[in-house]
C-alpha cells in the first residue's frame, strides 16, 4: 500500500499521553498549581523591572528577558496538559499543534541563549568592573536579545519545514503535547533520519551554550581567585543565582541524554515525568531564585509587603 493510499487527511490531534495516568486529576491540579505560580513568579520579575527605573539596566533586561522565555516556554505545554488531565479534553488542531511545537522548542532554544549571554553579563562584571558599563549598556544588550531570538527562531523552523511536507498515518500521540517527536511519529515516514537531524541540532546547541558557559566560569573562577579576600564573597554571590539557574535547567537535558546514550529505555511515563519537570522546574526556580538572590528586586518586594502591612 502506497503512504498517499495509508495516509489519513488531519484536522486535529488526539493527545493521548495521558491515557494510562492513574490520578489525572490530581497529576493536572499539581500542573495547574505549578505553572500559575511559575507564570506569576516571572510575570512579576518583569512588571518590578519595566516599572523601576532603577532597575534599566543591562543585567536586569537580561532577568526580564529569561522571565519572557520562561513564560513561552511552560505557556506552550502547560495549558494542553492540564486541559486534557483537568477538563479531560484530550484533541487539539492540526494549526494549533503545529504553533505550540514552534512555541515549545524555540521556548527551549532562547532558554539555551539566554544562559549563554547572562553567563557573558557575569563574565564582565567580574572581569572588567569599571569597564562594564561601557562595555554592556541596555541598547547592546537589547540588540544582542533580539539577535538571539532571530537566530533561535532560524534554528527551529527548521522542524516545521520537514514535518508539513510528511503525510500522516495517525492522528493520535503518545506523548503529552504537541513537540516534535510526538508529531513525527504520527506521520507514514522512517522517524530516525529526522531524529537524527533534530539530535545534530541540538547537540550543536548544547555544546555551544554549555561550553561557553563553563568557560565563562572558568574565567570567573580566575578573577575571582585574584581578587582581594573581601571581594571574593561579593563576586561569588553574583554567579551563585545564575549558576543555579543554569544547572536546573540542563541537569534534566544531560540526564536525559545520558540515560539514552546508555542504552537505558525509558518508559512513556517516565519520559513524560521527566520532560514535564523539565518545562516546569526551571521556570518555577527562575523567578524566585532572582527575586531572593537579588538585592533590588528583595528591597522593592520587603517595601511593597510593608506598605501594605501598614
Given at each position: ?49 519595566i516599572n523601576d527605573k532603577r532597575l ?72 572588567c568592573p569599571f569597564k562594564y558599563h ?98 571574593k564573597w561579593k563576586m561569588g554571590s ?73
Amino acid at each position: 500500500m502506497s503512504l498517499q493510499n495509508a495516509s489519513i487527511q488531519v484536522t486535529e490531534f488526539i493527545i493521548g499521553g495521558f491515557d494510562k495516568t492513574e490520578k489525572p486529576l490530581v497529576a493536572g491540579v499539581v500542573i495547574l498549581i505549578t505553572y500559575i505560580l511559575a507564570l506569576f513568579g516571572n510575570t512579576i520579575n518583569i512588571l518590578f523591572i519595566i516599572n523601576d527605573k532603577r532597575l534599566h539596566k543591562p543585567m536586569y533586561v537580561l532577568i526580564c528577558n529569561l522571565a519572557i522565555v520562561d513564560i513561552l516556554y511552560t505557556s506552550s505545554a502547560c495549558p494542553t496538559m492540564i486541559r486534557v488531565l483537568v477538563a479531560r479534553v484530550n484533541t487539539i488542531s492540526y494549526v494549533h499543534c503545529y504553533i505550540e511545537m514552534f512555541a515549545f522548542h524555540l521556548g527551549g532554544v532562547m532558554e539555551m541563549f539566554a544562559l549563554a549571554v547572562m553567563a557573558l553579563d557575569r563574565l564582565i562584571a567580574i572581569g572588567c568592573p569599571f569597564k562594564y558599563h561601557s562595555y554592556l549598556t541596555n541598547v547592546r544588550i537589547i540588540v544582542i536579545t533580539h539577535f538571539l531570538w532571530i537566530a533561535a527562531g532560524a534554528f527551529v523552523s527548521v522542524l516545521p519545514a520537514t514535518l508539513l511536507p510528511l503525510p500522516h498515518c495517525r492522528s493520535k500521540m503518545k506523548y503529552t503535547f504537541c513537540d516534535y517527536a510526538a508529531i513525527i511519529r504520527t506521520t507514514c515516514v522512517d522517524p530516525r533520519p529526522y531524529f537524527n537531524l533534530v539530535t545534530v541540532i541540538t547537540f550543536f546547541l548544547l555544546f555551544f551554550t554549555f561550553v561557553f558557559i563553563c568557560l565563562s566560569y572558568i574565567l570567573i573562577i580566575f578573577f575571582v581567585k585574584l581578587s582581594t579576600d573581601s571581594n571574593k564573597w561579593k563576586m561569588g554571590s553574583t554567579c551563585l543565582s545564575h549558576l543555579v539557574v543554569v544547572t536546573c535547567y540542563y541537569c534534566p537535558l544531560f540526564i536525559r541524554i545520558v540515560l539514552t546514550r546508555l542504552g537505558v529505555v525509558l518508559t512513556l511515563e517516565a519520559r513524560h515525568g521527566l520532560m514535564i519537570g523539565a518545562i516546569l522546574g526551571p521556570s518555577l526556580v527562575n523567578p524566585f531564585v532572582y527575586c531572593l538572590r537579588t538585592k533590588e528586586i528583595r528591597c522593592k518586594i520587603f517595601r511593597i509587603f510593608k506598605i501594605s502591612y501598614d
